[in-house]
């Protein structure tokens, strides 16, 4: 059920990144974030109410805060550090901040088997790889490598507060509601003084219109997440979170593949053979 899970949390997020990516060609990615994740509110507020969600209210909540202030911090991020480039160096990366859930399940006394260990480290090679790491080059500026680690360790966390945000169905309702709430006040707030500055919200074309026309992409990149989310928080909870925080973090894959699909967007042969290894590691983690 773990694997299951992981691999959903993989496909969602990897569907979501690659809307996401499509709408910031088109519009500021701070008017991505706030609209996506507002869409995402209302229809979680719904569910919650529906569900009576309510009632699991408790300090577990406060973990989805947390989530939800670090979320917008670590995209922004790696937003600017994508900008400073080269992207063959920063998206790879970005991809390291499983490191951050699998040592809590380390620190909490998870000792995965030596099958599952190989396919840990298989994996994560293939992560890394499948970002189409740039070996040689443009030099990598130092800002560029502290907004991505920062924005890495900030997806990590993500991952390893909403875990414990909820231990009900219904908890996680409210769990999600809470941190996509959160995720527009942080979000909103530096939308706001992006404005102040001299920025804008809307495009430079289009205005309004492009964001009104882009409104059902904006629902599905919001709800994707919040599905990737919920079912990350599902697999932490049924198994080792070793093995949860791996799975669901082959996500790059899914955007490359669907890029490849979607775009026809040709994978580098580094890419190819990521793919390959995350694959790999795959069965021996659902196996081991």
């Known amino acids: 059920m773990t694997a299951l899970f992981a691999l959903a949390t993989s496909l969602m997020w990897g569907l979501a990144d690659f809307g996401g990516g499509l709408l910031t060609r088109r ?36 973990f989805a805060v947390a989530a939800g202030a670090v979320g917008p911090v670590a995209m922004l991020s ?9 992207m063959g160096v920063v998206s790879p990366l970005g991809s390291l901040g ?34 189409g790491p740039q070996l040689r080059g443009a030099p990598v ?25 909820s231990t009900t169905v219904t908890g996680l309702f409210l769990a999600l509601f809470v941190q996509r709430v959160t995720n527009i006040a942080v979000g909103g707030t530096a939308l706001y003084v992006s404005v102040r500055r001299g920025g804008s919200a809307l495009p430079e ?17 919001g709800l994707a997440d919040v599905a990737a989310n919920g079912t990350y928080a599902l697999a932490a909870q049924h198994g ?24 026809g967007e ?15 590691g795959t069965l021996l983690l659902a196996t081991g």
Request: charged share 10%; net charge positive.
């Open 205 to 221: 074309e289009g205005g309004i219109g492009v964001v009104r026309a882009a409104l059902p992409a904006l629902a599905f990149v």
């Open 266 to 280: 040709r994978l580098r042969g580094v890419q190819a053979a990521g793919a390959g290894l995350a694959l790999l």
């Open 27 to 62: 519009m500021p990615a701070l008017t991505v974030v706030v609209a996506s994740q507002c869409i995402a509110a209302v229809v979680l507020g719904t569910v919650v109410l529906a569900t009576g969600g309510w009632s699991e209210a408790g300090p577990r909540l406060w």
């Open 98 to 131: 499983v490191a951050v859930p699998v040592g809590v399940g380390l620190l909490v006394g998870e000792r995965p088997g030596l099958p599952r260990f190989a396919g840990v480290a298989v994996a994560v090679a293939g992560i890394v790889l499948a970002g």
């Open 240 to 263: 080792p979170v070793t093995v949860a925080a791996v799975l669901a973090s082959t996500y790059p894959v899914v955007t490359a593949l669907t890029a490849r699909g979607v775009l």
């Open 78 to 86: 790696f937003y600017k550090a994508l900008a400073l480039g080269p």
């Open 141 to 165: 500026q130092r800002q560029a490598v502290v907004l991505t680690l920062l924005a890495a360790f900030g997806f990590g966390a993500v991952m390893a507060l909403i875990s414990e945000a």
